[in-house]
């Protein structure tokens, strides 16, 4: 695949607004910009390989800001179940990409993030200081398989932070450091399911990283001046209307 220079700026608009949303609240890259660029006509792999080079940058750099709020005995078992899980969600993304035809791939997105979006609104849990492990289980092993099939892991950790009674920077630093060292192992099962076909996109990816910087800084300060609840509604809305775009889309195509 080619990537001419109109894909490698609007692959670099879409991937500034999600840098600017995960520095914002932690997490959102790949949930806005996966969607966005299978609607603009990449398949599944090349938009999560784009999305994953990105948001390797973020994550490691948001990570590294926020790292002085984090318990490292607490990340353990997140950081353990999640990493296990990515090849199958991989493999699910191969097999997905043999299977689908464009139209139906974007379906299948929006599908999964109107799903997502509905347990981020409508789940209510009074937060406590710890989970039992079998919803540690549940929320990281769904998450990585969710990264490994298409870069969109953050909303079953989302849920976990929302129910945990820890503050917004150490929910947003836990975010940035589970995604940051789960990448290299996305990245090589990507690699091993995909092999040179996804060049391009991770290519494309590199090129536009200044941007992708730039919308990270950018959404770290202002995840320190704005209202975290007001921003997370906004951020759940946009999410909600990439999703009904990338299911009603194809009927108009």
């Not at 959102?28 to 999305?51: D, K, M, Q, R």
């Not at 948001?62 to 179940?81: I, Q, R, Y």
């Amino acid at each position: 695949m080619i990537i001419t220079p109109s894909e490698i700026t609007l692959v670099g608009l879409i991937m500034f607004f999600g840098s600017l949303v995960q520095g914002a609240v932690g997490f959102g890259s790949g949930l806005l910009g996966v969607p966005l660029l299978v609607i603009c006509g990449f398949s599944i792999p090349e938009a999560a390989t784009i999305n994953l080079v990105s948001s390797g940058a973020q994550n490691a750099t948001g990570a590294w800001k926020l790292w002085s709020h984090l318990d490292p005995m607490e990340l353990v078992v997140p950081v353990t179940v999640r990493l296990l899980a990515i090849p199958f969600g991989a493999y699910l993304a191969y097999v997905a990409d043999l299977h689908f035809d464009p139209a139906q791939a974007k379906q299948l997105i929006g599908a999964i993030l109107i799903t997502l979006v509905c347990l981020l609104w409508g789940l209510r849990v009074v937060p406590r200081d710890i989970l039992p492990i079998h919803w540690q289980l549940a929320a990281f092993s769904s998450s990585g398989i969710l990264l490994g099939f298409a870069t969109i892991g953050g909303a079953p950790m989302v849920l976990y932070v929302n129910a945990v009674s820890w503050s917004a920077n150490k929910s947003r630093a836990f975010l940035f450091f589970c995604s940051a060292v789960a990448m290299p192992v996305a990245a090589i099962s990507y690699w091993i399911e995909h092999g040179e076909k996804i060049f391009p996109a991770a290519a494309t990816a590199l090129l536009v990283m200044p941007v992708v910087l730039a919308g990270l800084w950018l959404g770290l300060h202002l995840g320190h001046r704005l209202s975290k609840i007001l921003f997370r509604r906004i951020t759940y809305a946009l999410i909600l209307l990439v999703a009904i775009a990338a299911i009603v889309g194809p009927a108009f195509g």
